[in-house]
């Protein structure tokens, strides 16, 4: 039986219902794609393309970034993949992008923030980028890291457009964008959340200290809150909203972001099974009884609690 399990094709993304959920990976380099397609991923929902840079001492060239996002793409045809622009500044340091020294980083100069100050590189990356999606015949869909409001998103995406992008949208890392999503929405063709980063800013509690751990879960009913009113506001402007932080990857609460209006789940490829399997006992009726159960708790375990007991 188990092997028959092991053996059983990989079937999309689905509730009960039928409701179609895309799961996609969150990938590092083209060398992990071979496998995430193995473990299920119906794309990519998070290329963090500052992984293949972090060691490079001068900014790749164009040629070489569209050797590897064409080498990426080709894994997926006729898939979405959705690569994240440089993530990079003061939190995650690349020698050809100095920043300088900050005493609290995850303020700091990072994300769209330390590329349109270097716009040179950004535009560097964009080009190569649109160089791989008019070689390959992957969906490609590109977005940009700690996005604030209208006014940011306005300026990545028509800098994409205008180097030929064909989808362009952003990442909703930071409270204020949540609070604005009706305003994103309408600019941006899709916005996908970063869980990590929407949680530690949501709490205000820097996701790498040790000591401020029991703050960074995504449960919290403050993060849940914010994840529906982004969801509320794609679909009001019928955009897309994923999830690509690690709430994805934990199953009971990524019933519960469905339920909140998320529409696909982007999670280490490790983590697909076992979200597949329990997409598929619920319908969207029930995820959505389950999230109105978690927003209207006062703590994240008693909101994953309230989940459990709702259906
Ligand atoms: C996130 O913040 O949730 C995210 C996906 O980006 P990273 O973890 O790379 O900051
Ligand atoms: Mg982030």
Same mark, same amino acid.
């Given at each position: 039986?188990?092997?028959?399990?092991?053996?059983?094709?990989?079937?999309?993304?689905?509730?009960?219902?039928?409701?179609?959920?895309?799961?996609?990976?969150?990938?590092?380099?083209?060398?992990?794609?071979?496998?995430?397609?193995?473990?299920?991923?119906?794309?990519?929902?998070?290329?963090?393309?500052?992984?293949?840079?972090?060691?490079?001492?001068?900014?790749?060239?164009?040629?070489?970034?569209?050797?590897?996002?064409?080498?990426?793409?080709?894994?997926?045809?006729?898939?979405?993949?959705?690569?994240?622009?440089?993530?990079?500044?003061?939190?995650?340091?690349?020698?050809?992008?100095?920043?300088?020294?900050?005493?609290?980083?995850?303020?700091?100069?990072?994300g769209?923030?330390?590329?349109?100050?270097?716009?040179?590189?950004?535009?560097?990356?964009?080009?190569?980028?649109?160089?791989?999606?008019?070689?390959?015949?992957?969906?490609?869909?590109?977005?940009?890291p700690m996005v604030?409001?209208?006014?940011?998103?306005?300026?990545?995406?028509?800098?994409?457009?205008?180097?030929?992008?064909?989808?362009?949208?952003?990442m909703a890392e930071v409270?204020?964008l949540?609070?604005?999503?009706?305003?994103?929405?309408?600019?941006?063709?899709?916005?996908?959340i970063g869980s990590n980063d929407l949680?530690?800013y949501?709490?205000?509690?820097?996701?790498?200290?040790?000591?401020?751990?029991?703050?960074?879960?995504?449960?919290?009913?403050?993060?849940?809150? &914010?994840?529906?009113?982004?969801?509320? /506001?794609? !679909? @009001?402007?019928?955009?897309?909203? *994923?999830?690509?932080g690690?709430? $994805? %990857?934990?199953?009971?609460?990524?019933?519960?972001?469905?339920?909140?209006?998320?529409?696909?789940?982007?999670?280490?490829?490790?983590?697909?099974?076992?979200?597949?399997?329990?997409?598929?006992?619920?319908? &969207?009726?029930?995820?959505?009884?389950? /999230?109105? !159960? @978690?927003?209207?708790?006062?703590? *994240?375990?008693?909101?994953?609690? $309230? %989940?459990?007991?709702?259906?």
């Amino acid at each position: 039986e188990l092997a028959a399990a092991a053996n059983a094709p990989i079937t999309d993304g689905a509730l009960a219902d039928g409701t179609l959920v895309p799961l996609l990976a969150n990938l590092g380099t083209p060398s992990e794609a071979a496998q995430a397609v193995e473990l299920g991923a119906e794309g990519v929902g998070l290329f963090r393309t500052e992984l293949m840079f972090l060691d490079a001492t001068t900014a790749p060239t164009v040629e070489e970034q569209t050797a590897e996002y064409t080498e990426m793409l080709k894994h997926f045809p006729g898939k979405k993949v959705v690569v994240r622009a440089l993530d990079a500044g003061a939190d995650k340091p690349l020698s050809f992008m100095d920043m300088g020294e900050e005493a609290n980083p995850a303020l700091g100069q990072r994300g769209l923030r330390s590329l349109r100050v270097n716009e040179n590189i950004l535009r560097d990356q964009l080009t190569a980028l649109v160089n791989a999606q008019n070689a390959t015949d992957a969906d490609l869909w590109v977005m940009a890291p700690m996005v604030s409001d209208a006014e940011e998103t306005d300026y990545f995406v028509s800098l994409g457009r205008e180097l030929g992008l064909n989808t362009v949208g952003v990442m909703a890392e930071v409270p204020s964008l949540a609070v604005l999503a009706d305003q994103v929405a309408e600019r941006s063709d899709f916005v996908s959340i970063g869980s990590n980063d929407l949680t530690q800013y949501t709490l205000a509690a820097d996701r790498m200290l040790g000591t401020l751990a029991k703050f960074q879960d995504p449960w919290h009913p403050a993060v849940l809150r &914010l994840v529906k009113m982004i969801g509320a /506001a794609g !679909a @009001a402007a019928g955009k897309p909203v *994923g999830v690509c932080g690690e709430a $994805a %990857a934990d199953p009971q609460l990524a019933v519960v972001l469905v339920g909140l209006g998320v529409t696909s789940l982007s999670m280490t490829p490790q983590a697909l099974a076992d979200v597949r399997a329990e997409l598929k006992t619920v319908t &969207l009726e029930q995820a959505t009884v389950r /999230a109105e !159960a @978690a927003i209207n708790a006062t703590t *994240g375990p008693t909101a994953r609690e $309230a %989940a459990a007991n709702a259906s």
